[in-house]
């Protein structure tokens, strides 16, 4: 749901310190800010959904642990885009030395870059439509590889940075080719049924 109509506009321009502190004074709301300052309230996942996306982290943050070239996230960080998005994809990662270059404060609050590698994960109550421009405007923000993953169609969308999307039919695995060298996302149980 995005709240943005003209009269309210204006009462929701926060600065980043306001909305970092709207966002911990309602642990229990998801929110997130597009670059128009407009913000939105993200629905929580159902089970099966949340099965799939806790698959994806866990072999991301398997892989992250024994590469130790940067730091897996999870769906609870949200990122300061240079453009003035806030987004927390579903899992992202980011090399070590663009961690380290970040302030103990910026590190605590919303990091204040764009991961070099992102994953949103549709759910049944997610429009491809929106989930579509939020992928091109992470890539506009400088994310080098995302993959938007469909498991209802059983469909990814790869964007790289500076490319045209790529669209794959019912893969078996995705290569997190020089961006995440040596990561291997094994889909079959991202898209089986959840039993």
Not at 17 to 43: H, K, T, V, W
């Amino acid at each position: 749901m995005v709240f943005s109509p003209p009269q309210l506009k204006s009462l929701l321009s926060l600065t980043d310190d306001e909305y970092f502190l709207l966002c911990q004074a309602n642990p229990d709301l998801r929110i997130e800010r597009n670059a128009s300052g407009d913000l939105m309230i993200m629905s929580p996942t159902g089970g099966e959904t949340g099965y799939r996306n806790g698959n994806i982290n866990f072999q991301l943050v398997g892989w992250s642990l024994q590469n130790q070239q940067g730091l897996a996230f999870d769906s609870s960080t949200e990122f300061k885009m240079p453009k003035g998005a806030n987004y927390s994809p579903d899992a992202s990662w980011v090399r070590r030395d663009r961690w380290n270059a970040l302030t103990p404060e910026q590190k605590r609050k919303f990091p204040p870059l764009a991961p070099d590698f992102v994953i949103e994960l549709r759910s049944p109550s997610d429009s491809m439509g929106m989930l579509r421009v939020k992928m091109q405007e992470y890539i506009d923000n400088g994310v080098r590889l995302g993959w938007l993953i469909d498991p209802q169609n059983r469909q990814v969308e790869i964007y790289r940075l500076g490319q045209t999307v790529e669209v794959l039919q019912n893969p078996e695995t995705l290569s997190g080719e020089d961006v995440l060298s040596g990561f291997v996302l094994d889909l079959k149980p991202i898209f089986a049924d959840v039993e």
